[in-house]
């Protein structure tokens, strides 16, 4: 029997991590030394956030450059992770009846790789992407972590890419540090609060729950849906931990939380 893997929800920030050494891809490095080896990876991301729920499924799925205006280097970065067709068909078992897609098109978009070539460099683990269906709501993804929990025993490694607080109007893109917004740290700290107690409802139904900071903190919810399947994964006696802290450009949350 495998050994139980944990599942982590990565604040990936800026697409130009992936190129850079800075505290938090210094952090990811560490997440993967120390972790088990997984068998393979699932992958939720932000920015594959579409009409419909679907899961990759190619052998060799491919580098997705899903953005602009950013150095060549980046457009460079190749990530030839494998794909696994087997955890594929495992996905779509867990979530049945739910009907989920099975994707050749789709390969591994930049919420996955560029936290993924500082844990696993070698892109020798399989990885597979499964889309967050944009007509659902909170609960519905929080529940499809739930279903999804049973890989973690089968040498799994769930990992959810996106950012609790991302919030691109407030950002600061010029070359001076700027100081977390204090709605930024506030919404954080009762998310963090909340995790430490194990009480999902409020995070799950931040909308209502969550004051007004939540508008601010997520203004669309595809960076913070991610947060939710890892947390669904999580069962009653788990602690959760916070591998990496900080805020970017005053209004990008880079918090990792592990479950497990």
């Known amino acids: 029997m495998s050994q139980r893997m944990p599942a982590i929800f990565f604040g990936h920030g800026n697409p130009m991590n992936a190129l850079l050494q800075n505290l938090y891809t210094q952090r990811w490095a560490?997440?993967?030394?120390?972790?088990?080896?997984?068998?393979?990876?699932?992958c939720i991301s932000a920015h594959w956030y579409i009409e419909d729920a679907a899961v990759t499924v190619s052998t060799a799925p491919k580098t997705i450059h899903d953005f602009g205006g950013f150095p060549r280097e980046l457009y460079q970065v190749q990530y030839p992770?494998?794909?696994?067709?087997?955890?594929a068909a495992r996905v779509l078992k867990l979530l049945a009846p739910i009907p989920v897609r099975s994707d050749e098109?789709?390969?591994?978009d930049h919420g996955t790789w560029s936290i993924l070539c500082h844990v696993y460099p070698k892109?020798?683990?399989?990885?597979?992407?499964?889309?967050?269906?944009e007509t659902q709501p909170p609960s519905f993804h929080h529940e499809i972590g739930k279903r999804l929990a049973p890989l973690r025993d089968e040498g799994v490694l769930i990992v959810g890419s996106g950012n609790v607080v991302h919030n691109l109007h407030a950002y600061a893109w010029?070359?001076?540090?700027?100081?977390?917004?204090?709605?930024?740290v506030s919404f954080e700290q009762r998310v963090r609060e909340l995790l430490v107690a194990n009480d999902a409802k409020p995070i799950v139904n931040y909308e209502n729950q969550l004051g007004s900071e939540a508008m601010l903190a997520v203004p669309t919810p595809d960076h913070y849906l991610p947060l939710l399947?890892?947390?669904?994964?999580?069962?009653?006696?788990?602690?959760?931990?916070?591998?990496?802290?900080?805020?970017?450009?005053?209004?990008?949350s880079m918090l990792a939380v592990q479950v497990g």
């Open 105 to 108: 098109r789709w390969g591994l």
């Open 174 to 184: 010029g070359r001076h540090a700027q100081e977390p917004y204090e709605w930024a």
């Open 81 to 87: 992770a494998p794909g696994d067709t087997g955890l």
């Open 229 to 252: 399947y890892v947390i669904g994964t999580r069962t009653a006696s788990e602690a959760v931990t916070f591998p990496v802290e900080g805020v970017d450009g005053g209004s990008i």
């Open 123 to 133: 892109a020798d683990v399989p990885v597979v992407q499964l889309s967050i269906d």
């Open 30 to 42: 560490a997440i993967g030394a120390k972790l088990t080896r997984p068998k393979a990876i699932l």
